[in-house]
């Protein structure tokens, strides 16, 4: 389930786990703007960063949920500066080199 409600400014992070898998993605940008992420009650969910909202716990402003033989890559941000877009790029581009790893 998304979050709901309005765009909320939260610190994000990566555990050394998601840091492993994809990369240091959040070294260069420490805020974001989340706007209906994924929150910790989806199953199956692969974070690749993370923030607290009080109201929902542990959100996941980019991540991706398993889709039949795939995946349906999610950003709940609201992009409002380079640094944004650059984050949601990045992210992109470890998934792919991470889906073509663990299928190899």
């Not at 898998?21 to 199956?44: M, Y």
Request: overall charge positive.
């Amino acid at each position: 389930m998304p979050t709901g409600g309005k765009a909320t400014k939260v610190k994000i992070y990566q555990t050394n786990e998601d840091k492993e898998s994809f990369g240091d993605l959040t070294k260069n940008l420490k805020e974001i703007v989340e706007f209906r992420a994924l929150h910790e009650k989806v199953k199956e969910i692969v974070p690749l960063v993370r923030a607290r909202r009080k109201e929902f716990g542990e959100v996941y402003p980019i991540c991706a949920l398993p889709v039949g033989k795939g995946y349906l890559l999610l950003a709940g941000m609201s992009p409002t500066q380079k640094t944004d877009y650059d984050l949601i790029l990045n992210a992109i581009n470890a998934f792919s080199r991470w889906v073509r790893k663990i299928r190899s």
